[in-house]
C-alpha cells in the first residue's frame, strides 16, 4: 500500500526495481543514471509499491524523484493525476502534461474536440 508523502520513510537502502519494468533493456549493462524519466516512467505506470521504494532510494530521495517526474516524456492523464495528487505536484510542471497541451491531447470529450 501507498500512504502519503509525508509519511515516506525510507526502508533500508534497497535500490531494487523490478527487472519486468525493463523488460527490454539488459540490465546488466544498464546505465540508471542516464535512463531515470525511462525508469521512474515505468514505476509511475506499473510499478509497485516495493519499486517506488527502490526508485527513491536510487536517485536520492523524495526531492529528487519528484524532480525526475517533472522531466518524465509521457505519462497518461490518469496517472498525471496520480503523481499529482500523491507527490504534490502541479500539472503544469509536468513536462508530459506541457508537450500534451501543445499536441491538442487535452482531456476533452471528442464532441468539443469535433465541434459538435
Known amino acids: 500500500m501507498l500512504y502519503p508523502i509525508e509519511q515516506y520513510i525510507p526502508h ?26 525511462i525508469v521512474v516512467e515505468r514505476v509511475i505506470e506499473r510499478g509497485r509499491p516495493e519499486d517506488y521504494r527502490g526508485a527513491i532510494n536510487r536517485y536520492g530521495g523524495i526531492e529528487n ?31 508530459c502534461y506541457r508537450r500534451q497541451q501543445l499536441r491538442g491531447e487535452r482531456d476533452t470529450p471528442k464532441s468539443e474536440t469535433r465541434g459538435g
Open 12 to 37: 533500508g537502502d534497497s535500490q531494487l526495481i523490478s527487472s519486468s519494468l525493463l523488460w527490454e533493456y539488459d540490465l546488466t549493462d544498464f546505465d540508471w543514471d542516464k535512463s531515470k524519466c
Open 65 to 95: 524523484f519528484r524532480e525526475i517526474i517533472k522531466a518524465v516524456r509521457h505519462l497518461s492523464p490518469k496517472d498525471i493525476a496520480f503523481v499529482c495528487f500523491f507527490f504534490k505536484l502541479n500539472k503544469e510542471e509536468l513536462l
